[in-house]
């Protein structure tokens, strides 16, 4: 084989890894929110804190017993908004309905589409926080300038272990131009709460 065809057998091996690199970094992002998702790792919260007022209820509500949840909010860097929660700790019963709001507004000068990515530190109690309604359910559009306050209903279920006195639910706002992929649609259900 002469020295020509060694190099560009070379160039087109070298290509072909460039190529496979390139589309295993890519998909890992998407791969790795699936398994965190799925396992309740890293504190991910995907749809599976979704349930409906009904089946969040299902437990006795308990007064004998108090939890701290604290809200937190983060943007993603290269997201113009300002995010944040308007409560930023409360005492919640397990078994009771509780509803916060957090507010966004959009700095830049054009409409801009985000996704609010939940997490939940400890990792074990992501099972136990039932999201009955929630801005992260759906991408939130804001035109420029607008800023609008975003709801989120929850429950957390009387099977929280009794060790976690203490859990913090935290969003990061990205830009859904930037790579974040879609949440599904859900439909908006008017919900009578007590808080």
């Not at 020509?4 to 589309?23: R, S, V």
């Not at 709001?101 to 992501?126: C, E, H, L």
């Not at 639910?169 to 599904?184: E, R």
Request: hydrophobic share 40%; net charge negative; aromatic share 10%.
């Amino acid at each position: 084989m002469s020295d020509k065809a060694k190099q560009k057998k070379t160039i087109w091996m070298l290509a072909g890894l460039g190529i496979a690199f390139f589309g295993i970094g890519f998909a890992m992002v998407p791969l790795y929110n699936l398994i965190c998702s799925v396992s309740g790792i890293n504190g991910i919260a995907s749809s599976s804190g979704r349930v409906t007022l009904e089946e969040a209820l299902q437990s006795s509500v308990d007064y004998d017993r108090e939890i701290i949840v604290e809200f937190d909010a983060t943007l993603n860097e290269e997201l113009p908004w300002e995010f944040r929660p308007l409560v930023r700790k409360m005492k919640v019963h397990p078994g009771k309905a509780y509803r916060v709001s957090y507010f966004a507004r959009n700095n830049s000068d054009k409409t801009i589409v985000g996704q609010a990515i939940p997490g939940i530190t400890p990792w074990q109690a992501t099972a136990h926080f039932n999201k009955t309604e929630c801005f992260c359910f759906q991408q939130q559009p804001l035109e420029a300038g607008e800023g609008k306050e975003m709801e989120l209903q929850f429950v957390i279920d009387s099977d929280l272990p009794e060790k976690y006195s203490t859990v913090t639910l935290s969003y990061t706002f990205m830009d859904t131009a930037n790579g974040v992929m879609p949440a599904p649609a859900v439909p908006h259900e008017q919900l009578s709460l007590n808080n």
